[in-house]
């Protein structure tokens, strides 16, 4: 399950600009808003929560977070600073919670995380190949459905909102697999991804079903 959370990122200069944040059992990713797409996201970076290597709180200002990810095989170390404005707290222990799940030691003293090796990084800790193979097939089949209605021009009512609602979450199941593999399919997906939060239409479905829920 993915959790959002809007916040705002702190560049070189002490330049701010708004973020939001998506963290699920394993991947925490960074989209930035598009300007003239509103509730579109677009994908600048991401990081899987076994390689964080720590969080780091301001003691002036404790909704500033620092989080750096240590190298692992070619996706080299970066750290992100973020301001998340009454949400800081919920952003560390989502984190640490996800992260106790897969049975990383929290040092309660420091609140550091036991690092792991490269070699304990494996997608079989995500998932197993058979898993794999019907995710793959399941996406395909919901690609079938959304992708055939829009080509031929469909009325976006044909499409039910829920199945575009699950092909975004099969999406981020593939690209936590694949983040943990170095395996080139984890680009594909991502701009699977980004073409499925970048389509007007489908877009269009989502808010049309989230104002019918309110």
């Given at each position: 399950m993915l959790t959002g959370a809007k916040g705002e990122k702190v560049k070189k200069k002490r330049v701010i600009i708004d973020i939001y944040l998506v963290i699920s059992e394993t991947v925490l990713l960074v989209l930035e808003p598009e300007p003239k797409m509103k509730g579109i996201?677009?994908?600048v970076s991401w990081g899987t929560l076994p390689t964080i290597d720590n969080i780091k709180r301001n003691l002036d200002n404790p909704d500033f977070l620092t989080i750096s990810w240590r190298k692992v095989d070619i996706k080299e170390p970066w750290v992100l600073q973020v301001l998340l404005p009454n949400n800081a707290n919920d952003c560390v222990s989502l984190i640490?919670?996800?992260?106790?799940?897969?049975?990383?030691?929290i040092d309660k003293k420091y609140q550091k995380f036991r690092k792991l090796k490269e070699s304990e990084v494996t997608a079989e800790g995500v998932m197993?190949?058979?898993e794999v193979d019907l995710l793959l097939k399941t996406i395909s089949q919901y690609e079938q459905v959304i992708w055939g209605s829009t080509k031929e021009g469909d009325s976006s009512s044909t499409i039910n909102p829920s199945t575009v609602s699950h092909l975004i979450q099969l999406y981020n199941?593939?690209?936590e697999y694949y983040s943990v593999t170095s395996d080139d399919k984890l680009n594909e997906f991502m701009q699977k991804l980004r073409d499925v939060m970048g389509n007007e239409?489908?877009?269009k479905i989502l808010e049309d079903a989230d104002r019918g829920a309110n």
């Open positions: 996201g677009k994908l640490l919670k996800h992260l106790k799940t897969t049975g990383l030691v197993q190949a058979p199941q593939a690209i239409k489908l877009q």
